[in-house]
């Protein structure tokens, strides 16, 4: 479904669980980025209702997800720590058509969030079905459903509006793209390093 080219090593786990702190904390601000992602999109495409309001609710969604990961981090005696540089998502960011028309900008915008969208999903049913704590394999799970429909969501829209853009060769671009950059990562415990 996601059509990811390059799964991440399921030893990655090991590594994000021999620092739970610091994987939940990643985790967390990559929420909070998420939700403030979707903010973006709708400040540049305020003119798209059905857009705004999907995107409304899943930002919203994204910042309950960053209080529900920091309510994890208090109940174990972690701290949030502060804000983590996230490069995968930057190195993605370069792929994106930074001119041509704004339906262009917008499609890369929102292929550009689902490719994030599906590599964390991909991230997520790895530690769902491989981390030996089972409250963190439950949230995952769920986590990951919710980021599958994120993923979906992000694609419809880049389909729905982007009549003047091949939708699919731009997503393989960017699958290909990603499975250049992702070989770099899956060594530290961050949920994209």
């Known amino acids: 479904m996601l059509g990811l080219k390059l799964a991440t090593d399921p030893r ?10 610091e994987i939940l ?11 403030t992602n979707a903010i973006t999109i709708i400040t540049l495409n305020s003119q798209y209702t059905d857009l705004v309001t999907e995107l409304l609710e899943l930002a919203k969604e994204e910042i309950e997800h960053f209080q529900m990961v920091h309510d994890i981090i208090k109940e174990r005696g ?3 720590g502060r804000e983590r540089k996230d490069s995968y ?10 001119g041509g028309s704004q339906i262009q900008a917008m499609v890369d915008r929102l292929l550009f969030s689902a490719m994030i969208e599906a590599r964390s999903c991909e991230r997520f049913k790895l530690l769902s079905e491989n ?12 986590l990951m459903i919710s980021e599958a429909g994120h993923y979906t969501l992000f694609i419809g829209f880049a389909r729905k509006y ?11 671009e960017l699958i290909d793209f990603e499975a250049e950059v992702i070989q770099r990562y899956g060594k530290s415990e961050t949920i994209h390093g």
């Open 12 to 21: 990655w786990v090991d590594i994000a669980e021999s620092n739970l702190e």
């Open 162 to 172: 982007g009549q003047d853009v091949d939708v699919d060769k731009r997503w393989k």
């Open 25 to 35: 904390t990643d985790h967390a601000w990559c929420e909070q980025k998420a939700a």
């Open 78 to 80: 972690f701290t949030l």
């Open 131 to 142: 981390i030996k704590d089972p409250e963190l394999a439950k949230f995952y799970h769920e």
């Open 89 to 98: 998502v930057n190195e993605l960011y370069k792929f994106m058509n930074k």
